[in-house]
C-alpha cells in the first residue's frame, strides 16, 4: 500500500459524458501527478500540482483538467468522452517535485462505451 | 524529447537470474527509475539511480551509464511473483513528469 488513495476504482460511462476522478497524495506530499495508462501508448504523464497550483503539463487533452484543493487532494475532470479514452488512470504523489520518488495510487479504470 | 526502448517480453527461470535492460535518448535528465507493474495495478517503485553505477536493493540491483545512455535491471534468486510488467523511467531533463518507457513484460517460468 502506497498510501495514495484514489477513488472510484471503476468507472463506466457513454461517450459525450463527464467524469470525475478523485486522488489522495500520501500524507506529508505537496506534489501530485496525473498519469494515463493505454495498451498501446503505455504510461503518460498528463498534469502535475504542487500545493495547490498547476507546475506543468504533459500529454493533456484540452478536454481534460485537473485542479488540487487546500487539503492536496486532487481531481482529474474528463469531459466530452470518446472510446479512446478509455484507459487506466493513475495519480501518483511525491514530497516535492521533480527527483523525487513518486507513489502511485491504485488507479481508476475508465470504460466509455 | 525523451526516448527511452526496453525489450517488449523476457522470459526466466525461478531461482535463475535475469537482466532488463533499457536505453534511452535525453538531451538531459536528473534520474532513472525502475518500476515494477503487476497487471491492472500500480507501479510500485523499485529503485532509482543519479549517478552511475550499481545501486543494490536486496534481491534487485540497478545500474546506470550516463555516457552510454544504458541502464539494466538485475533480478536475482528470481520468483514466481516476479512475474511482472518493468517499467523504466526518466525524470528531469525539461520534462515535469516522469517519461517511462513502454515496460518490459518478465514471465517466470517454473
Known amino acids: 500500500d502506497s498510501g495514495v488513495t484514489q477513488t472510484p476504482k471503476h468507472l463506466i460511462t457513454a461517450t459525450g459524458q463527464r467524469v470525475t476522478l478523485r486522488c489522495s497524495p500520501r500524507s506529508g506530499d505537496l506534489s501530485v501527478y496525473w498519469y494515463q495508462q493505454s495498451l498501446d501508448q503505455g504510461l503518460q504523464f498528463l498534469i502535475h500540482y504542487y500545493n495547490g497550483e498547476e507546475r506543468a503539463k504533459g500529454n493533456i487533452l484540452e478536454r481534460f483538467s485537473a485542479q488540487q484543493f487546500p487539503d492536496l487532494h486532487s481531481e482529474l475532470n474528463l469531459s466530452s468522452l470518446e472510446l479512446g479514452d478509455s484507459a487506466l488512470y493513475f495519480c501518483?504523489?511525491?514530497?516535492?517535485?521533480?527527483?523525487?520518488?513518486?507513489?502511485f495510487g491504485p488507479g481508476t479504470r475508465l470504460t466509455v462505451l | 524529447g525523451q526516448n527511452i526502448d526496453q525489450p517488449t517480453e523476457m522470459t526466466a527461470t525461478e531461482g535463475a537470474i535475469v537482466q532488463i535492460n533499457c536505453t534511452y535518448q535525453t538531451s538531459g535528465f536528473n534520474g532513472l527509475f525502475w518500476y515494477q507493474q503487476h497487471a491492472g495495478e500500480a507501479p510500485t517503485f523499485l529503485s532509482y539511480?543519479?549517478?552511475?553505477g550499481l545501486e543494490e536493493k536486496g534481491r534487485f540491483s540497478s545500474f546506470l551509464s550516463r555516457s552510454k545512455g544504458y541502464s539494466y535491471l538485475l533480478l536475482k534468486e528470481l520468483q514466481m511473483k516476479d512475474s511482472a510488467s518493468y517499467l523504466c523511467?526518466?525524470?528531469?531533463?525539461?520534462?515535469?513528469?516522469?517519461?517511462f518507457g513502454k515496460g518490459t513484460h518478465l514471465i517466470i517460468q517454473p
Open positions: 523511467a526518466l525524470s528531469g531533463g525539461g520534462a515535469d513528469g516522469l517519461t
Open positions: 539511480n543519479v549517478l552511475d
Open positions: 501518483a504523489s511525491s514530497v516535492v517535485g521533480s527527483g523525487d520518488t513518486q507513489y
